[in-house]
């Protein structure tokens, strides 16, 4: 991807865009912006208002306030048609009478492109997404992947300036979603088309975004990249929803932080600055807690197993802590002849790196 300059235009933009039904806010007070060529997602739980604000930049829903920019041109109310989106569903909606071929023409037909061109970019394109041998298939004889391959060649022929993509493998098996997720990814820096998608399977927006937009209750929790997501989530809502999480209740007492049953904790040294007293949460992610730790770390509990999950990769504990914590703990099986897993009843130490803690406001 080309690196946008400051003075590029935003490819989308939203300001302050708010949509109620009813007494219901669906998205409310939104701004962002997504810059030219950027695979950018919207993730949240069911009923956040992601596929609400898909809409909105489509233009199937007018927002009743606030302005939605493609590419600095207002369009908050310009029609669907008129606006150069086009949108990929999860349901994959192709022609049932026409071919592959015909369906990903079909754009291009209408535009009156000439004969010879519209073989060639159909040709082009059916290559792009892996179906350069099924142009004259018709959407009955396809799997559900490849229908979806179909409608994405046929939303990309035309080039338009940005695709909005509604959950569109949401209808897919495990194995084949995880699959089509490289090639999208794949797919996108290829034509270097904006892309908007939206998700609820945080995995998902992780391995394609570039950057991800966490959605809670119709507002923006966060608006970050994957790693800065994981690494720097500004809530406890975000800390939840991006990778496991344990998350510590605690109050400022000195230099550190006390649980509500008297525990001493270390602070990581970019903690804010609160006043003594005040509540905030700490996070501290099951991967960064070490069991037995042999070398120099800042914080230890004691405690005892009480369940072992055996994941091949990983091996997952739930740790009862003597003085009434319970944590998570995650523990890579990095040597290939045996794995050291410890069963429930092992009475273990745990500890982690105070910079590997993440201070949080609370919600
Ligand atoms: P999901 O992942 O389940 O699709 P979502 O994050 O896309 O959820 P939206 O579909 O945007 O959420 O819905 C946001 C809220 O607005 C929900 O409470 C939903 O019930 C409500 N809503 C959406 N569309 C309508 C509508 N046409 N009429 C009434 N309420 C609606």
């Keep these: 991807m080309v690196e946008p300059s400051v003075t590029d235009v935003a490819a989308v933009e939203m300001l302050g865009v708010t949509k109620s039904f009813g007494r219901a806010?669906?998205?409310?007070?939104?701004?962002?912006?997504?810059?030219?060529?950027?695979?950018?997602?919207?993730?949240g739980p069911s009923g956040c208002g992601k596929t609400t604000s898909l809409r909105m930049l489509g233009g199937f829903i007018v927002p009743d306030e606030g302005t939605v920019r493609l590419g600095g041109k207002d369009v908050t109310r310009v029609?669907?048609?008129?606006?150069?989106?086009?949108?990929?569903f999860q349901s994959y909606a192709l022609f049932a009478h026409l071919s592959v071929a015909q369906n990903v023409a079909f754009g291009l037909k209408r535009r009156k492109v000439p004969r010879a061109e519209i073989?060639?970019?159909?040709?082009e394109m059916l290559a792009l997404v892996d179906m350069g041998d099924r142009s004259r298939a018709m959407p009955a004889e396809l799997s559900g992947g490849?229908?979806?391959?179909?409608?994405?060649?046929?939303?990309?022929?035309?080039?338009?300036?940005?695709?909005?993509?509604?959950?569109?493998?949401?209808?897919?098996?495990?194995k084949l979603r995880r699959q089509m997720q490289v090639e999208l990814k794949r797919i996108q820096r290829e034509v270097g088309i904006t892309f908007i998608y939206v998700t609820h399977d945080q995995e998902e927006a992780l391995s394609m975004s570039d950057r991800i937009a966490v959605m809670n209750?119709?507002?923006?929790?966060?608006?970050d990249t994957p790693d800065a997501l994981y690494?720097?989530?500004?809530?406890?809502?975000?800390?939840?929803?991006?990778?496991?999480?344990?998350?510590?209740?605690?109050?400022r007492t000195g230099p550190g932080a006390e649980t509500a049953a008297g525990v001493l904790l270390p602070l990581p040294s970019d903690a804010p600055a609160l006043p003594d007293g005040s509540a905030f949460d700490l996070l501290l992610r099951p991967e960064h807690l070490l069991l037995d730790p042999t070398g120099d770390v800042a914080a230890r509990m004691e405690?005892?197993?009480?369940?072992?999950?055996?994941?091949?990769?990983?091996?997952?504990?739930?740790?009862?802590?003597?003085?009434?914590?319970?944590?998570?703990?995650?523990?890579?099986n990095t040597s290939s002849h045996h794995a050291h897993v410890r069963s429930p009843g092992t009475r273990v130490t745990v500890g982690w790196h105070a910079d590997d803690a993440v201070a949080l406001p609370t919600g």
């Design 25 to 43: 806010t669906a998205v409310d007070a939104v701004s962002l912006s997504v810059r030219r060529g950027e695979f950018f997602s919207l993730l």
């Design 79 to 88: 029609p669907p048609y008129k606006r150069d989106v086009n949108t990929v």
């Design 119 to 123: 073989a060639r970019r159909v040709d």
């Design 146 to 174: 490849q229908r979806q391959r179909v409608a994405l060649a046929r939303s990309l022929v035309t080039m338009p300036q940005v695709l909005l993509l509604d959950e569109p493998l949401g209808a897919l098996d495990l």
């Design 217 to 223: 209750c119709g507002r923006l929790e966060q608006v």
């Design 231 to 251: 690494a720097r989530p500004s809530s406890a809502f975000v800390a939840g929803f991006i990778g496991s999480s344990n998350l510590l209740r605690v109050r």
């Design 303 to 332: 405690g005892t197993i009480t369940d072992t999950v055996f994941l091949g990769s990983v091996t997952q504990y739930r740790v009862r802590c003597a003085n009434g914590l319970e944590l998570m703990v995650s523990e890579p």
